[in-house]
């Protein structure tokens, strides 16, 4: 039976990319868009693992109009999602990697004392580096 990842991932082009490449490596994909939609499918779709971008479309004003060295001061929509994936008692228990393109120095430490196993830079990482890290998390 294979891995099934919840990829929550707001850029179609992304999103495709991903999306193919874990298809590739017999991972079973579910897709969300958006953080609503994100914590529906992982409650309802049981995923053994989940990705999720930090920064989701409900997030694009805001990083238009921030800039980058501010962006520190924004609490993003995939960390309201974060945190309310790990204390939800249906979806605590499962591994959660984010991705981004913001660098690791503002976030990765919040991510991960908020729960989150490891922090992905998008820029910094290869498609297949991104499935081998992800596969490693699920058998930790």
């Not at 962006?71 to 990697?97: M, V, Y």
């Not at 196993?117 to 990482?125: A, H, R």
């Amino acid at each position: 039976m294979p891995n099934r990842i919840l990829i929550i991932e707001d850029e179609a082009e992304d999103m495709l990319m991903l999306k193919t490449k874990f298809s590739l490596s017999d991972f079973e994909v579910i897709e969300a868009r958006d953080a609503k939609n994100g914590l529906l499918a992982a409650r309802d779709g049981k995923p053994d693992i989940i990705l999720l971008d930090l920064v989701l479309g409900s997030d694009k004003p805001f990083m238009e109009s921030t800039s980058l060295k501010d962006s520190h001061n924004l609490e993003f929509s995939g960390i309201r999602l974060l945190r309310k994936l790990k204390s939800d008692p249906e979806t605590a228990h499962i591994p959660i990697a984010v991705i981004s393109n913001l660098g690791r120095d503002a976030y990765e430490a919040q991510t991960k004392k908020l729960g989150a196993l490891d922090y992905l830079v998008k820029s910094e990482l290869l498609p297949e580096e991104i499935v081998e890290r992800a596969g490693k998390l699920i058998h930790k």
